[in-house]
C-alpha cells in the first residue's frame, strides 16, 4: 500500500505561486498608461491575430501576459458579463471595478481550488472624461487586485520596463508620449532604442471618443503603419 505525501497548505501555495510567477515572466511585457488624450495600451506582440489587447464595453480595456487560451477564455467571459449587465440594468453601471471583482473572483478560485493556477496577469482599464477619473487594475494570478495609479506593466523584465516608465512618465504627456515612451520601455532590456511598430500591438482608449469619432466605444486600435505614421508626425 502506498503512501501519499503530505505537503503543508502554505508549502503547496507559494509552490502555485512559483509556478504562475514563472510563467507570466517568460511572456512579452505589456504597458497600459493614462495620458491626456485618453489611455495608451502597447504590448510586444508581432503576432497580427492573436491579441493581447482587447476591448471590453463601451469605455473599457483589457490587457494581459502569459498563457493565451487562459487569458483569452477571461476577457471572452468579460465581454458576456458586460453585455449581459448594460442590457439589464444600463450602460453606466457596467465598470472597470465590478469586471476587475468578477475576474478576482475567477482567478482566485482557481489558484485555490484547481491543480494548476492560470499563468496570467491582467490589466483592466477603464477612461473617463477627465483624467483624474482614469481608472486602472491590476490582476495577478491569485485574485488578488490593485488600483494602480497612472500605468502598468506587466510580464517579462517587469520591474525593470517599470523603472524606465516611472522615470518619465508625466500625467501631461499626450497619446504619441505615451507610445514613445512605452516604445521605448519595452526596449529596456533589448540593445535598441525603441520597438518598431511591426513588433508591437498598440490600442487607445481615446478620452473625446463621443466628440471625435460620434461613438460611445473608446477603443481604438492601430494597425503599424498607423502607430508608425503617429510617431513620425509628432517626432
Known amino acids: 500500500m502506498t503512501q501519499q505525501f503530505y505537503v503543508s497548505p502554505e508549502q503547496l501555495m507559494k509552490d502555485r505561486a512559483d509556478f504562475a ?49 487562459e487569458f483569452e477564455s477571461l476577457r471572452q467571459a468579460g465581454v458576456r458579463y458586460a453585455d449581459v449587465r448594460g442590457y439589464s440594468y444600463d450602460r453606466e ?30 490589466a483592466v482599464a477603464e477612461v473617463g472624461p477627465r483624467q483624474e477619473l482614469d481608472h486602472l487594475y491590476r490582476l495577478t494570478f491569485d485574485g488578488s487586485i490593485a488600483d494602480e495609479n497612472g500605468f502598468v506593466v506587466m510580464g517579462g523584465v517587469a520591474d525593470q520596463i517599470s523603472d524606465v516608465v516611472k522615470d518619465t512618465w508625466d500625467a501631461g504627456l499626450d497619446f504619441p ?28 482608449l481615446e ?20 502607430l508608425a505614421q503617429l510617431l513620425v508626425e509628432e517626432a
Open 21 to 69: 510567477r514563472k510563467g507570466i515572466a517568460r511572456g512579452r511585457s505589456v504597458i497600459v498608461i493614462s495620458c491626456a488624450d485618453g489611455i495608451a495600451l502597447v504590448a510586444e506582440n508581432p503576432s497580427p491575430s492573436l491579441h493581447k489587447i482587447g476591448e471590453i464595453y463601451d469605455k473599457i480595456a483589457f490587457a494581459a501576459v502569459g498563457k493565451y487560451n
Open 93 to 122: 453601471d457596467v465598470t472597470a471595478r465590478g469586471l476587475a471583482s468578477v475576474y478576482a473572483q475567477s482567478l482566485g478560485a482557481v489558484f485555490t481550488a484547481e491543480q494548476k493556477p492560470f499563468e496570467v496577469e491582467l
Open 177 to 204: 508620449g505615451a507610445l514613445r515612451l512605452a516604445l521605448r520601455a519595452l526596449a529596456a532590456d533589448k540593445d535598441v532604442d525603441a520597438l518598431p511598430p511591426t513588433a508591437v500591438e498598440a490600442a487607445v
Open 207 to 226: 478620452r473625446a471618443s463621443e466628440s471625435s469619432r460620434g461613438t460611445r466605444r473608446a477603443f481604438r486600435r492601430l494597425l503599424p503603419e498607423d
